[in-house]
T-cell receptor, first 115, second 111 residues
Framework: AAGVIQSPRHLIKEKRETATLKCYPI?????VYWYQQGPGQDPQFLIS???????DKGSIPDRFSAQQFSDYHSELNMSSLELGDSALYFC??????????????FGPGTRLLVL | DAKTTQPPSMDCAEGRAANLPCNHS???????VYWYRQIHSQGPQYIIH???NNETNEMASLIITEDRKSSTLILPHATLRDTAVYYC????????????FGTGTLLAVQP
């Protein structure tokens, strides 16, 4: 079965640079979530989109922005990168069916290293 | 969302059943119990979820107490590949159901 695709899988950036992470949800999934997992930490929710509209927001820095496009893929844009942004970034997708949000499935993640 | 409490770590012998407990005493009536696991640095993997009835699928069984204040995830025949951090998460179905991860239980399956 098709899974969530994330690209790139690994990314190395310098401080103050920008980065763009991409997420391609499972076909027919209309909701996308972004999570950040720092070294030795648990995943933390950043932001989510349903039908191209932001549906919820967590502890996402103002330097980060995200959007969902008409084909339901999503991009997380990160500017003025800091050393502390080094983390695994996971995207997950699900579908809203009959008013109920179904199970969330995660991608393999993007490992971002900021030097 | 209700808070969950899990033991930080557990050991299990290969081939034996692994029983992972979770307390969620503040769970409300419309909140589900979800279990995910994360094998080292991979994306969290959905295992199972339930509302009040016990559930079983090809991966595991979920036993929820009658008062819904705790639950147990059962892996019937643990293998080395089941070594992972297991997260018990309580959340609502709805227009958005962001997952709030706690610290989870590191299950180490021993040969």
């Amino acid at each position: 079965a098709a899974g969530v695709i994330q690209s790139p899988r690994h990314l190395i950036k310098e401080k103050r640079e920008t980065a763009t992470l991409k997420c391609y949800p499972i076909p027919r999934h209309d909701t996308v979530y972004w999570y950040q997992q720092g070294p030795g930490q648990d995943p933390q929710f950043l932001i989510s989109f349903y039908e191209k509209m932001q549906s919820d927001k967590g502890s996402i820095p103002d330097r980060f922005s995200a959007q969902q496009f008409s084909d339901y893929h999503s991009e997380l844009n990160m500017s003025s990168l800091e050393l502390g942004d080094s983390a695994l970034y996971f995207c997950a997708s699900s579908s809203l069916a009959g008013g109920i949000q179904e199970t969330q499935y995660f991608g393999p993640g993007t490992r971002l290293l900021v030097l | 969302d209700a808070k969950t409490t899990q033991p930080p770590s557990m050991d299990c012998a290969e081939g034996r059943a692994a029983n992972l407990p979770c307390n969620h005493s503040t769970i409300s009536g419309n909140e589900y119990v979800y279990w995910y696991r994360q094998i080292h640095s991979q994306g969290p993997q959905y295992i199972i979820h339930g509302l009040k009835n016990n559930e079983t699928n090809e991966m595991a069984s979920l036993i929820i107490t009658e008062d819904r204040k705790s639950s147990t995830l059962i892996l019937p025949h643990a293998t080395l590949r089941d070594t992972a951090v297991y997260y018990c998460i309580v959340g609502k179905d709805g227009a958005t159901n962001k997952l709030i991860f706690g610290t989870g239980t590191l299950l180490a399956v021993q040969p």
